[in-house]
């Protein structure tokens, strides 16, 4: 099930009642090796937004030429169970397998999605996009709880490139809207969804201005990953989170800057199932949690084969 949320003409969201804020904040730092990270969700807040349960900005790194690549090679390998991981990268080049048998590489301004199901082991590298030689990487990871029917399902896994996420040009030379997860007017994600969820970067050109309307019940947040935006009459600096109170509203972007803007907006409908997480384990209770380290170590993830 994919939500809709349609774009307002300016005049209605004028008399339109604006969406309220509950809280920002600007996440704490979880560096992984040598990837500076922020995690942003959950946070001190907040556990979820909708069914997103983790948000990880991997930050923007200039890399110098020749710079030896990061190797998958089984010392990043993990589990995950109860969850589907969502991978978005912005720049860069990200290389993936996992312990079924799944490998490849996505390149800048593409997405892979993998579903963890019953149980997965996987590792993936962020390096520098060896189509574009640009030096720049930038990526962020979330993940989605699943409904607890579709945690004892196969895992499964898809990447998804650049020019396969649907993008359209937003009126009056304002920008873009990509498409990463669920729906947005005629446009469809190819990554499948097992509750209402949407997933969107909004780029704003300078002086330009954004409209949706919410739905009441749907769970929404805002990251910024680059730039200060002025969200709802008020300015948020870049790299906050942003979240949304429950009621129904619009949410007006506002680029008042000189250079082009860019907004992360996710969330979709709450997810009613107790939440029991644990390291990379996402499930219903801590019994699950138990049986499924037990199932890791048992063997039952199988294992990643490296070619």
Known sequence: MNTKIHEYQKEKNE???????SFS?????????????????PNRYADAVGP??????????????GEPLKEVNGTGAH????????????????????????????????????????????????????KTNDLLT???????????????????YLPVQANEIPQQKLSDERGWIKVIVGEYEKLASRIPNYSTQFLYHIHLEAGKQFSITTERGLEYAAFLPLHNVVIN????????????????????????????????????????????????????????????????????YGQIIYN
């Open 233 to 300: 009459d008020e300015e948020y600096r870049k790299g906050e989170f942003i979240e949304f109170d429950r009621n129904g509203g619009v949410i007006v972007m506002s680029n008042n800057s000189k250079d082009a803007v860019d907004i992360i907006l996710f969330g979709g409908e709450t997810y009613t199932e107790p939440i029991v997480a644990q390291g990379p384990f996402v499930m219903n209770s801590e019994h699950e949690i138990a049986q499924a380290y037990r199932d890791f170590h048992a063997g039952k």
């Open 25 to 41: 904040t600007q996440g704490f730092r979880a560096d992984i090796g040598e990837y500076k990270i922020n995690r942003m969700l």
């Open 138 to 156: 930038h990526a962020m990871q979330f993940w989605i709880n699943l409904p607890a029917k579709n945690k004892a399902e196969p895992p499964k």
């Open 79 to 130: 589990p995950h169970r109860g969850i589907a991981t969502l991978t978005y990268i912005l720049n860069g080049e990200a290389d993936h397998h996992d312990s079924y048998g799944h490998r490849a590489l996505v390149h800048s301004g593409g997405a892979q999605w993998m579903k963890a199901g019953n149980g997965i082991i996987h590792d993936e590298a962020v390096n520098v996009d060896s």
């Open 52 to 65: 997103f349960v983790f948000l990880d900005h991997v930050m923007p790194a200039k890399h110098s030429p």
């Open 15 to 21: 008399t339109a009642s604006k969406k309220k804020i």
